[in-house]
């Protein structure tokens, strides 16, 4: 008897502490949120993300555009594409698709879509859906229209349309919106994670998809050497760098012959000959147009102005530092890179060795860059904007001179900025009668001249230093 009241206590002395230990977890708050975290974090993985559909994307056609407009299409294009691959799971069709070249091809001689023939789109592609978009230019902005159709019954899933500048377009604004109509028009869910990420813009693959874009428009309308820079842009990212490869190539790619020896392709090989020496030519042409223009970049810092008075007591000189340096441009010298090494590959090719054109043509561009001798004429502005007083600067013996650039082995622009120093300017015999009691005072560039105050033909781009080094931060 015994013996069973001490197990019957036990049992209860079990179950009691059992009981204490379920209420003290249904009572501790911090593990029921944790818990319902654990639930939000899963149903991120399981948002509707459009398996198994068939997009595909067109390029928007652009209405009253001009040049300045022609690469814009492909950036739409490629931009939408790239968003829709990435927070989707839906088949995307872009422009390297054989079977929607095929349709641009038959569907439109100007290569554009309409939603008229979204129902052929979707036969010729397999598509169930395709995005057709318009760009509009106005006066000084743009019109976007962007809309994503079900092919199946014509209905209309999402559709944006708004104004915006150039600066939202080049920046990437006017892309994040589309990208999140679309994605919500088509049901497609996006984690809280996957929102911060796209309301945040990919500086760099933002550029690259930009600059493919205009290496391909400078290419299409013959301009060579600025089609070359573009691409050397986009080369350096690792989503366009194949197909910028591919542009640079299909533009320099070359050995000089055709195939075949028989006396019926003499004729062949002539006038393939003719075009190259013709092609090539252009090349050195516009290139050296190219580097007049953009080989050398000129910056100024003028952050630290020092003045003193002169001996006169009615004038004063100002000191001006860091001053201004000249600084090669690495995407000219990438470009004159690949045209010399190209080159090298047509006059070293033994089956070009008695060919006239390549003899004549010599050497297309020379393996180092050299400037002239610039001056820098700076004024001393007050604050509504007025000139006081200006000066070539500058005004030693030398002038503002860049030595010799070798494109054998090219830098980062880093390196080209750290290698050249800043050259002081100074403003001297500055009337005080012409300063004013107060306000601001501004040091300002006015123009650059060859050495001596030529004119030039073309300026080179002049750059703050805050300006500089956002261009080139990048390179």
Known sequence: MKKIIVTLFSVMMIFLSACGSTAEVSETAPTTEKSSSVKETKSDKNLYKG???????????????????????????????????????????????????????????????????????????NAQYAVFGSITALSSS???????????????????????????????????????????????GLSEKEKAQLAKTDKKSLNATKSLAKGAAAEKADNLIEALAFYAEAQENGAT??????????ILGTNGTVSGNAIANLKAQAEYEKQQEAKWKKIRTDFYNYCYANAFIIVYDFSQVESKLDSSGDSISLSIMPGIKIIPNRKALFVAKKIHDEWDKIKSNPQNANRLWV?????????????????????????????????????????????????????????????????KCYIGGIS?????????????????????????????????IDEYTEWAKDL
Do not use: H
Request: aromatic share 8%; proline share 3%.
């Open 51 to 125: 398996a198994g559909l068939v997009i595909a994307v067109t390029a928007p056609e652009v209405r009253n555009g001009g040049k300045g407009e022609s690469w814009m299409p492909q950036f739409f294009q490629d931009s939408i594409t790239g968003n829709l691959a990435k927070y989707s799971k839906m088949t995307v069709l872009d422009r390297a698709n054989e079977d929607l070249t095929k349709a641009e091809q038959e569907l439109g001689e100007t290569g554009f879509y309409t939603e008229e023939n979204a129902v052929q789109l979707g036969q010729m592609t």
């Open 142 to 188: 743009y019109e976007l229209n962007f809309r994503a159709i079900d092919i199946t019954t014509n209905e209309i899933k999402a559709a944006y349309n708004d104004r915006a500048g150039s600066k939202e377009i080049e920046d990437g604004t006017s892309i994040r919106a589309i990208i999140t109509e679309l994605l919500d028009g088509l049901g497609i």
């Open 241 to 250: 760098k194949k197909e910028a490869s591919a542009g640079i190539n299909s």
């Open 359 to 423: 003899r004549r043509m010599g050497d297309c561009v020379p393996n180092t860059l050299s400037s002239s001798v610039y001056q820098l004429k700076i004024g001393l502005f007050d604050e509504t904007g007025y000139c006081i007083t200006e000066k070539r600067v500058p005004d030693d013996a030398w002038g503002l001179e860049q030595r010799d650039i070798s494109i054998d082995n090219l830098k980062s622009q880093k390196m080209y900025f750290n290698d050249e120093p800043f050259k």
């Open 432 to 464: 005080l009668s012409k300063i004013p009691d107060d306000g601001e005072l501004l040091v300002k560039p006015i123009e650059l001249t060859s050495y001596g105050g030529g004119k030039l033909k073309v300026e080179l781009p002049i750059m703050s």
